[in-house]
DNA sequence: CATGAATGAGACTTCATTCAT
DNA sequence: TATGAATGAAGTCTCATTCAT
């Protein structure tokens, strides 16, 4: 039986307030009950919706990774040059980013860059993003636009670490936001990554 | 005030046998008495040395922040072509990880990716290292060796965030490691940043 | 007031449920839920028959005590030897428990033998069973067909005792069971208590 | 190491202390705090000394049970007629509900009357006092002492039985409770289950 | 310096009961 | 009658920190 309307208002409810709580707070320094007064539900009825705090987290990930790598899925099957699918990927992660900053910190912080925890569990989802994002770079190698000295799961690594890290910056306040600013990441992480800092001399 | 010998050697005991279990276990997951264990010290002892469980922590990510920020200044005081400075910071990096790959676990898991807790506490120290390699990027493009179209600070987050990574894909076994990886990665690294993924045609 | 026919129907699903349930888990042990998954029924439905999780196990027990009281009332009207009568009060014990052993266990473990909780509530309804089984003993030795050197009270405790361990063996698997052993056990708990263990020289 | 004398005696404090408070409220109904109260400890000290609530009532039932097995064997090692055996075995259980009633009220009611939690955990234990007794009655019937057309399990549980149903008639106040009340139970247990209730003519 | 017993606040989780539909 | 979502009190257990020795 499918979920009724009500109680699927609530559950998005309390995942909802639950982004905001663990952004706010971390997941491991937030208690429950937090989650509960900023849903403004009683406790026990995150316990109807999820069997442990765990779960909430897990749940979050899960559906918001799940559209990401489908995004990856769809841009590989898009003909286009690697650039542009490269640009197209950090710029769904950006966009991403400026839609639901809250969320975005949560998964990043919580799950893909949290190796003891959440992050080991999730291993496999994780991994399937990098694992698409080189067969992007093989890809490019064997259509010979991209150079073959640098290993595509290395260049995957390198690619999605420096996306992530521009989305830690802007979670840090490092650098600074905006839509000038996130329009300017999308280009400039690809123009990092593809093109290389260094100039080339005409 | 001088410690005696033997404090100090009960003091580094504990330090070693905190990277040792903040590694295996996680800073939150581990309990103070793990540490003492792995230690083989008595339990108040560790709150003889250490004020509490995160002065533990900061003392690990301090001591080795340091050095790696020396390090860094170090490096940019030498007469050397930018692409070699970054050769020289990825370098000691990618040494620190295969000389302590626990501590470097710890510190990059707990600290500076921890964006809740010890990354928001240590932050100016972790900024600071931001700072220093986008000085280096911004000298080479006063130079005219780097373009100037990816601000230095960007530069230096694209930089730090594949370096991370990389190291973050060794922690979670996505990466092979090995002294060759090693070795490799330093190249790598710095052939992807500075000559970036694409072929340049002759 | 005259229950309608579906009413009277699930109120005694939810009964029969419970006694399955209470068996299996015992009766701390188990959740409200588990009684409603049992019967099939909605877990409020649960409450709209019965007040609370205890009314559940009073019905129970207070529906089969009574029958047991009554048992044993109009055993003592026969006009049989006192042999003959705690045969067929031992007899009556040892059926309801081949008819209807989950029962017979919730009776005994949850209430007649739970000193602290049910057992207290109960307290007078057990005592009857032995005030009747005493007066039984009482008349046999008035009439001078039992030794009148153990006191009624107390025989009615031995008497009772072993019945009730008699079950618990079966309960535990510490006895064999089965139609001979339920057989057997009605002359063998009589015979040992109205007989006596020592060989009788003569 | 040994445990020092200062250590043992708290733990003993709570042992003592969870006595009462289970015997006074049931061990379902009580909350550890209860028993740290009752003790004058703090609370977390009871999990400084035990894992968890049950292996409070774990420790106490196995201290109290391995005296009665070992009670049970020096008994049958003495060369003393059957029925002397078996008032020794009543007088031993007779004297410990007299000597620490409620410490008996907790092992009967807690745990060797508890068939779905602590009773099934201890079952080997309780069994093994089945079995020393039913060994006896075995020994009595190949000596010709005792009948053998009641199998000695089966006496051995009703011997059992009436004992503790005996202790339990005490627990419940429906049986008189003295010095004189327990000398004279040891010997009418015995009268009952060895000699019978009927009297034997001349 | 060294020990580990002692403290107690706080977290997660459970679940009996209520209630709106 | 019937449903199951909603409530929140209460309990177990953890563990950082303190302290007496």
Redesign the pocket.
């Known amino acids: 039986m499918a979920r009724?309307q009500?109680?699927v208002d609530?559950r998005r409810l309390i995942l909802d307030a639950a982004v905001r709580v663990f952004a706010r707070q971390g997941f491991h320094t937030?208690?429950?009950?937090d989650i509960a007064d900023e849903a403004r539900?009683?406790?026990?009825?995150v316990?109807?919706y999820f069997?442990?705090?765990?779960e909430i987290l897990d749940t979050l990930f899960l559906e918001r990774w799940d559209i990401l790598l489908r995004a990856i899925t769809e841009v590989d099957t898009q003909e286009i040059p690697p650039r542009e699918k490269l640009y197209a990927i950090a710029g769904f992660i950006v966009d991403s980013y400026r839609h639901d900053p809250e969320l975005m910190k949560v998964i990043i912080v919580e799950v893909t860059r949290a190796a003891n925890t959440f992050g080991r569990t999730h291993l496999p989802q994780i991994r399937q993003a990098y694992i698409q994002i080189a067969a992007i770079v093989d890809r490019a190698q064997r259509e010979r636009i991209f150079r073959n000295d640098v290993t595509p799961d290395f260049a995957a690594m390198a690619f999605y670490g420096a996306v992530e890290q521009v989305l830690t910056g802007w979670i840090f306040s490092l650098l600074p936001v905006g839509d000038r600013e996130y329009e300017d990441a999308k280009t400039l992480i690809v123009e990092t990554i593809c093109g290389g800092l260094e100039r080339v001399e005409g």
Chains 1, 2, 3, 4 share one sequence.
Do not use: E, Q
């Open positions: 009724t009500a109680a609530k937030c208690r429950v009950s539900v009683a406790y026990g009825l316990y109807h069997k442990s705090k765990d």
